[in-house]
């Protein structure tokens, strides 16, 4: 399975953006797609995921409220839509897959990652 990351960018604090990850190769072993942040000096941290149902999703209290997760089927493609940005949002943001039933928020449960795309929000 291939993971391909993009969007993100620079925006203003109170501002959106969106970043995107398309999945190729063997996609039908996969069931839960989930995004990852990095910020600098910092351990990677969880921040969204769904099941590829589409039935249940999941979000980090920090961007709870703010930061949208969906998918196209067709495209088998996943999208975190980030409203109302903080400075904080600042990270490199990482997609992830894993075959579970379940969502998990620990990245040592993802088996597939993405190279990773930067978000800069300036206040």
């Known amino acids: 399975v291939q993971l391909q990351a993009s969007g993100g960018g620079s925006g203003q604090a109170g501002g959106s953006l969106s970043v995107s990850c398309a999945a190729s190769g063997r996609t039908l072993s996969w069931n839960v797609m989930g995004w990852f942040r990095q910020a600098s000096e910092k351990e990677r941290q969880f921040v969204a995921a769904m099941n590829w149902r589409g039935d249940r999703k999941s979000f980090a209290d920090s961007v709870k409220g703010r930061f949208r997760i969906s998918r196209d089927v067709a495209k088998t493609t996943v999208y975190l839509q980030m409203n109302s940005l903080e400075a904080e949002d600042t990270a490199v943001y990482y997609c992830?897959?894993?075959?579970?039933?379940?969502?998990?928020?620990?990245?040592?449960?993802?088996?597939?990652w993405g190279q990773g795309t930067l978000v800069t929000v300036s206040s």
């Open positions: 992830a897959i894993n075959s579970q039933s379940t969502i998990s928020k620990l990245a040592d449960d993802y088996d597939y």
